[in-house]
């Protein structure tokens, strides 16, 4: 069974910069990863993903032009840079497989923007 384990979080001041890791138990080389997102009292959403190979990538538009997803499938690793940001990316992120997730989560990582 596929385990993710995300990190890199922390509380950082508007217009810093974090740089998340999300790190697989098993092989992703086939499989398209996403990074989610869920602030308190919201539902998690999807907020950018990258396809296999890593050679196609998309974002919601609340963070395009901000955020870069990138991977390392010899390290079963995704990253998720993300600059400039807003007290508005305060939220636990996750990473699993897209379009489905799988049934199991890892336990995030906080990021909170704050001054």
């Known amino acids: 069974q596929m385990r993710f384990v995300e990190s890199g979080g922390g509380l950082v001041q508007p217009g810093g910069s974090l740089r998340l890791s999300c790190r697989a138990s098993?092989?992703?080389?086939?499989?398209?990863i996403g990074w989610y997102r869920q602030a308190p009292g919201k539902q998690r959403d999807m907020v950018a993903r990258?396809?296999?190979?890593?050679?196609?990538?998309y974002y919601v538009d609340s963070v395009k032009g901000r955020f870069a997803i990138s991977r390392n499938n010899t390290l079963n690793t995704v990253y998720l840079m993300m600059n400039s940001l807003k007290p508005e990316d305060t939220a636990v992120y996750y990473c699993?497989?897209?379009?489905?997730?799988?049934?199991?989560w890892g336990q995030g990582t906080q990021v909170t923007v704050s001054s």
């Open positions: 990258i396809s296999t190979g890593g050679n196609s990538d």
């Open positions: 098993r092989s992703i080389s086939n499989l398209d």
């Open positions: 699993n497989n897209v379009p489905t997730p799988f049934r199991v």
